[in-house]
C-alpha cells in the first residue's frame, strides 16, 4: 500500500513538470528575399563624357599668336573668333601686292594704247607689221602680267584673312596647345573643339575582358556624383590594340539616351552586364551542410516558422551562391544562425533584415 502511494506520487509530480515545461523559444533570425536574376555583372569601370566629334585645328598660315580670344570649357558659335596671329608680315604683303598690280595696270594701259596706235598705222599703210606684232606680244605678255598681281593681290588678302581663326562649327573648346606669344607653323595644332550635339561615354577595359565580352554584353552608364543620372550603351568602337603601359583598351560607347546631366567632362561609373538563364543568388551564409547535403531554413510568413529545404549550387565565392532551384523568388531565407534552428521552429524576423 505504501509502495503504491509513492509510486501514484511520483506519477502525479512528473505530469506537473511535464505542464509546467517552459515553450519553445522565438529565435530571432535575419532573412532576406529571394530574388531572381537575369543579368550578370562583368565589372565595373570609370570613365567620362566625350564628344563622339573633335577637330584640332589651327592657322593656315605661320606666325606669332597675338592674341587667345576664348577658354577652355568655352561654348562658341559657328564663326567665333578663337585667336590671331600677329597680322604685320601679312599687311606688308598685301601693300606690296596692292603697288605691283597698280604698276602693272599702267603698264597694261600703256600696251593698249601702243597697240591701237600700231594698228591705226598699219591700217594707213604707214606702219610696219613687226611694229605691230611687237606691240601685239607686248599687249599679251602685259595682260598675263595683269592677271598674275590681281591673283597675287587676292592671295595677299586670304593670307590677312587667315591671320584669324575662327570656328565652322559651333563646338565647346576643350584643350589649348598654344599660348600668346608663341611662334607655330602653317597647320601646327593650336586649339581643340568638339562638337557638343553627340557624345559618347569613353572608359579604359582591361585587354583580358574585351577578348570575353559577350555579343550582347549591356553598359550601363551613371553619373559618379549623381547615379540616379543613368542610361544604358553599347560598343561603338574598341581600340584594336592595348595600351604597353597599362595593357587596357579604350572603348567608345554609344547612349541610347543622353541625360541632361551629361555634360562633356562629366565623370561616368560603367557597370557590364550580359543577359543570363534566369537564377538565384543568395549571401553564401544562408547555408547549411548537414550529412553531405546543402539546404537553407525558408521562412513561412503566416506561421513564422522555419523549414529546411535542400538545394543545389551552381557556383559559390566567397560571398554569394548561386542556387539551381528548392526555393522560389519572393521567399525569405535565413541568412543568420541557421545551425542553431529547428524544423517548425518559431522565429522572429528582423525588422532591419537586408532585402
Avoid at 193 to 217: C, G, S
Wanted: hydrophobic residues 40%.
Amino acid at each position: 500500500m505504501t509502495r503504491l502511494l509513492l509510486l501514484t506520487a511520483l506519477l502525479a509530480l512528473a505530469a506537473c513538470s511535464e505542464k509546467e515545461a517552459p515553450p519553445e523559444p522565438v529565435r530571432p533570425v535575419l532573412s532576406v528575399e529571394v530574388k531572381t536574376l537575369n543579368q550578370e555583372d562583368l565589372g565595373r569601370f570609370a570613365g567620362s563624357i566625350q564628344a563622339r566629334y573633335e577637330s584640332n585645328v589651327g592657322f593656315r598660315i605661320p606666325g606669332r599668336i597675338a592674341s587667345r580670344n576664348v577658354d577652355v570649357g568655352a561654348e562658341v558659335e559657328k564663326g567665333a573668333l578663337l585667336a590671331t596671329l600677329d597680322p604685320t608680315d601679312q599687311q606688308n604683303r598685301l601693300r606690296a601686292a596692292q603697288g605691283d598690280l597698280a604698276r602693272i595696270e599702267a603698264q597694261y594701259i600703256n600696251a593698249q594704247a601702243n597697240a591701237r596706235r600700231q594698228q591705226q598705222l598699219f591700217d594707213r599703210g604707214v606702219g610696219a607689221q613687226a611694229q605691230l606684232d611687237i606691240a601685239q606680244t607686248d599687249l599679251k605678255t602685259t595682260k598675263a602680267s595683269l592677271d598674275q598681281a590681281k591673283a597675287s593681290l587676292s592671295q595677299a588678302k586670304d593670307q590677312l584673312d587667315y591671320v584669324q581663326l575662327r570656328t565652322d562649327h559651333k563646338a565647346v573648346v576643350t584643350a589649348w596647345n598654344a599660348e600668346a606669344g608663341q611662334v607655330v607653323t602653317a597647320g601646327q595644332q593650336v586649339v581643340t573643339l568638339a562638337q557638343p550635339d553627340i557624345k559618347e561615354a569613353v572608359i579604359d577595359l582591361p585587354d583580358t575582358l574585351v577578348d570575353q565580352l559577350p555579343p550582347d554584353v549591356v553598359f550601363l552608364v551613371a553619373a559618379q556624383l549623381d547615379p540616379s543620372i543613368n542610361t544604358t550603351a553599347t560598343i561603338r568602337e574598341i581600340e584594336p590594340q592595348a595600351q604597353s603601359a597599362t595593357r587596357t583598351r579604350r572603348a567608345r560607347l554609344t547612349l541610347t539616351e543622353t541625360p541632361p546631366g551629361f555634360r562633356l567632362g562629366t565623370a561616368i561609373s560603367v557597370t557590364l552586364s550580359s543577359a543570363i538563364k534566369p537564377r538565384l543568388e543568395l549571401p553564401v551564409s544562408v547555408l547549411q551542410e548537414v550529412d553531405g547535403k546543402t539546404r537553407i531554413w525558408v521562412i513561412d510568413p503566416q506561421a513564422q516558422t522555419v523549414s529546411p529545404r535542400d538545394v543545389t549550387l551552381i557556383s559559390r565565392n566567397d560571398s554569394t551562391v548561386v542556387l539551381s532551384g528548392g526555393v522560389k523568388a519572393g521567399q525569405r531565407v535565413v541568412t543568420a544562425g541557421v545551425n542553431s534552428l529547428k524544423p517548425g521552429q518559431k522565429v522572429k524576423i528582423d525588422e532591419d533584415s537586408p532585402r
